[in-house]
């Protein structure tokens, strides 16, 4: 039975030979992506700029109506409630915003709790509610700077590890992609106004984790050819590299894309985001790791030699006897 192969050996495509205007789209989604954040802004969650979570659970019934009780709640007027299960099936939290003026009035905040858990005990008489908390806007600030925070430390974290594996034209390359990945994962939110919490913020590590393994696994192979193939032109030699890791890249992209698809279409709303933001970084981290990571290091002029150690004093000299005897 022959092995199914979607890119055959011989696979010889000349990705370099098109890294300037694709590198010149890609500046430019980026400055795009910065404009619509810094003008249109992200669609803060509840977890970035304060809400309240109830808690409900509803005694008589083996699950939460989750559906339903998202309409109900949605048909007070007070914003989308985010609402999830946790604990047994029949337990759910519900997070909403802050009421607009709530920071300097904190009755506006209580009426809306009020509102909420009276509406739905009216419709169910079997629910429970647990407890109301209260998150802070100042409390939930501080929280999306500490997450942006982590976003930057773990970019500029991997550069130094891969600089330190590799060479440091290699860090600059893994963090320039890193930067338009993340960048163009932004944009899209801001674009969209889907919902930035916390969530998002993972998704947005882990396609910084898919996307170095994509770029470190073209490094590497770079690496072992650079020491191989000594005259080959860099461009060549990068377009050689990029086909023969491109059947592992291909795979790994076609079947977690499945996977997502399925979450897209099929799973359920509360996670759509996360999905959307790892979909979108598959995208984006696999093109990055050709078309921005490659490149650089021709224009930062790593050559054959980078990875050759450096002829001690010592061993030129045993060198010079062995050339003379």
Do not use: C
Not at 2 to 18: A, M, S
Not at 85 to 95: D, E, K, L, Y
């Amino acid at each position: 039975m022959r092995l199914l192969k979607l890119v055959p050996d011989d696979t010889n495509i000349h990705f370099l030979k098109w890294r300037v205007p694709f590198f010149i789209v890609s500046a430019l989604l980026v400055i795009a992506s910065w404009v619509m954040i810094l003008t249109q802004g992200l669609n803060l969650g509840v977890d970035f700029i304060g809400g309240q979570m109830i808690r409900v659970t509803f005694t008589q019934s083996a699950e939460a109506p989750v559906a339903k009780l998202r309409g109900e709640v949605e048909r007070l007027g007070f914003g989308e409630p985010t609402i999830q299960r946790f604990g047994q099936p029949n337990q759910v939290s519900i997070r909403m915003k802050l009421p607009k003026g709530s920071e300097g009035d904190a009755s506006k905040s209580d009426a809306m709790a009020k509102t909420i858990t009276a509406a739905i005990k009216q419709a169910h008489p079997d629910a429970r509610v647990d407890g109301v908390d209260s998150v802070s806007g100042k409390v939930s600030g501080e929280l999306f700077r500490t997450g942006m925070m982590a976003l930057g430390l773990a970019m500029i974290a991997i550069s130094i590890y891969i600089w330190l594996r590799f060479e440091w034209q290699f860090g600059v390359g893994a963090l320039l992609s890193l930067f338009h990945d993340v960048s163009l994962t932004l944009g899209m939110f801001a674009i969209t106004q889907m919902e930035f919490d916390l969530n998002i913020v993972a998704a947005i590590l882990t396609l910084i984790g898919y996307s170095l393994n994509d770029t470190i696994v073209v490094y590497d192979r770079v690496r072992e050819n650079l020491k191989k193939f000594r005259r080959m032109q860099l461009p060549e030699l990068l377009d050689l590299s990029v086909n023969e890791t491109l059947a592992r890249t291909v795979m790994t992209s076609l079947t977690m894309l499945i996977t997502l698809t399925a979450l897209l279409l099929l799973g359920p709303k509360v996670i759509f985001g996360f999905t959307a933001a790892i979909t979108l970084g598959i995208f984006v981290g696999t093109y990055s790791s050709i078309y921005m990571a490659a490149p650089i290091l021709v224009w930062l002029k790593v050559t054959s030699s980078s990875f050759v150690p450096a002829e001690t004093a010592l061993e030129k000299q045993e060198r010079l006897a062995r050339e003379r005897g």
